[in-house]
């Protein structure tokens, strides 16, 4: 149970699915890809979604 836990807290880049090494950072070291993070679980969320896929929470988008 406790390995499964840990799966579920591991933060991947929704570009190239790897580990992203710290929470806040405001890039994927691994493709280098600009990452945003929902308002609600703060999880990793690609800039197209209109909803988090982790929680369902509402993302914003940048305004013009």
């Known amino acids: ?3 499964q836990e840990r799966k ?3 933060l991947c880049c929704p570009y190239c699915d790897e580990e992203v090494m710290g929470t806040g950072l405001s ?4 493709c280098g890809v600009t990452v945003f993070y929902c308002p ?3 999880k990793p969320v690609a800039r197209d979604k209109k909803n988090c896929p ?3 929470a ?5 305004k013009d």
């Open 8 to 10: 579920e807290e591991r």
């Open 1 to 3: 149970m406790m390995e």
């Open 58 to 62: 509402e993302i914003k988008g940048e």
């Open 40 to 42: 609600q679980c703060r």
């Open 54 to 56: 982790h929680c369902g």
């Open 27 to 30: 890039y994927c070291q691994a």
